[in-house]
């Protein structure tokens, strides 16, 4: 069990918004940032968000994240066929001396 | 721009203890102010943080494997290693090697080794 919380999958249709939620405590997302992660079938994860709502170069501006307490959201608009994945939240927690958590994943379908 | 290359001996026994390494290039890996860490993924699972460590020395483990896991940094060789004692078919993963400026960002990551435990 996953120390961050999101659903399990996700979908929409071609041009639609889509959300993926993510949950924690006060150790992790509420005094640390959120990472957000995109991982396509059979590759590694490339950072998607950082800084709560950072996007790295090259990340398009249909991706974009928010913070508030200790939840987290991750937003893709204009949604594509491409963006079909694997997407994971991760946070430095606090407690036990600092560690790193991830979320269980979401699986988005892209209808 | 630094890259990461994960390497290892390939399938581990029952019980025995797995070693991987993770070459970066395009940086020094003890000049560098970065955290270097490790993460796995079971076939078909999330993703797993399993350690980390800052250039200084300072390490930080995933309290659930903290007492199988040991890390260390070759700077001569510009590698970083990972090794997992008492393996068992639960720890059988894909394992990615990672960098980052800040403890918790991970940014690149190397493409992933599968390491499968099996008698």
């Known amino acids: 069990q996953s120390v961050l919380t999101q659903p399990p999958s996700a979908s929409g249709t071609p041009g639609q918004r889509v959300t993926i939620s993510c949950s924690g405590s006060?150790?992790?997302?509420?005094?640390?940032?959120i990472y957000w992660f995109q991982q396509l079938p059979g590759t590694a994860p490339k950072l998607l968000i950082y800084n709560n709502n950072e996007r790295p170069s090259g990340v398009p501006d249909r991706f974009s994240g928010s913070k508030s307490g200790t939840s987290a959201s991750l937003a893709i608009s204009g949604l594509r066929s491409e963006d079909e994945a694997d997407y994971y939240c991760?946070?430095?927690?606090?407690?036990?001396?600092?560690?790193?958590?991830f979320g269980g994943g979401t699986k988005l379908t892209v209808l | 721009q630094l890259q990461l290359q994960e390497s290892g001996p390939g399938p581990v026994k029952p019980s025995e203890t797995l070693s991987l390494t993770c070459t970066v290039s395009?940086?020094?890996?003890?000049?560098?102010?970065?955290?270097w860490g490790w993460i796995r993924q079971p076939p078909g699972k999330g993703l797993e943080w399993i350690v980390s460590i800052y250039y200084t020395g300072s390490t930080y483990y995933n309290p659930s494997l903290k007492s199988r896991v040991a890390i260390s940094v070759d700077s001569s060789k510009n590698q970083f290693s990972l090794k997992l004692t008492s393996v068992t078919v639960a720890d059988t993963a894909v394992y990615y090697c990672?960098?980052?400026?800040?403890?918790?960002?991970?940014?690149?990551w190397g493409q992933g080794t599968l390491v499968t435990v099996s008698s």
């Open positions: 991760e946070a430095w927690d606090d407690s036990l001396s600092g560690h790193v958590v």
């Open positions: 006060s150790s992790n997302i509420g005094s640390n940032y």
């Open positions: 395009g940086g020094s890996i003890s000049g560098s102010p970065y955290y």
């Open positions: 990672a960098s980052g400026s800040v403890a918790g960002l991970f940014d690149p």
